[in-house]
């Protein structure tokens, strides 16, 4: 994946994170287990300030309209929840906790690693510091999945 500047990581980053949102949203939709309901709602919080914070930047730098949905078409889609909900339910993210933390931990594996080249590619400051601060925030969060699917795969 190429991305050349600021605008054009800001502009995959928001549909990213708007992608994210909606597939949990969907999936609020389709579980029926309340302890995957609860987590769920906290991966969703989690997506929304991201966004907020991705959108707020965004502003700053505007990418032409044409460009903009060149880049939503052909980057956004293959980098986060290629699968949706579809996918989710392969996974087992919709019907166990375990299930949903696998799931969660994959999509936090792959941010961290798109936002970190995406902050690579900044030459201004101030993005690439809203980037590395969202890396940091989306490893700590994988290290809390991954915590959560260890101690849930003990338990069994």
């Known amino acids: 994946m190429v991305v050349r500047n600021e605008g054009q990581a800001l502009c995959v980053a928001v549909e990213m994170e708007r992608r994210a949102i909606r597939v ?20 969703l919080a989690d997506e929304q300030e991201h966004l907020r914070r991705f959108s707020e930047m965004r502003k700053l730098y505007a ?14 889609a293959e980098v986060l929840f290629t699968g949706g909900v579809m996918e989710m339910k392969r996974e087992q993210a919709l019907t166990t906790l375990l299930g949903l933390y696998r799931y969660a931990a994959d999509s936090e594996a792959g941010a961290v690693e798109t936002y970190g080249n995406f902050a690579a590619k900044c030459s201004d400051a101030g993005v690439r510091d809203v980037f590395m601060s ?16 260890k101690a849930l795969e003990a338990a069994k």
């Open 24 to 43: 949990y949203e969907r999936a609020l939709m389709l579980t029926d287990d309340t302890q995957v309901a609860s987590g769920i709602r906290e991966i």
């Open 63 to 76: 990418v032409p309209e044409e460009e903009e949905k060149l880049l939503i078409s052909s980057m956004a």
């Open 134 to 149: 969202i890396v940091h925030e989306e490893s700590e969060h994988l290290t809390e999945l991954l915590e959560k699917v």
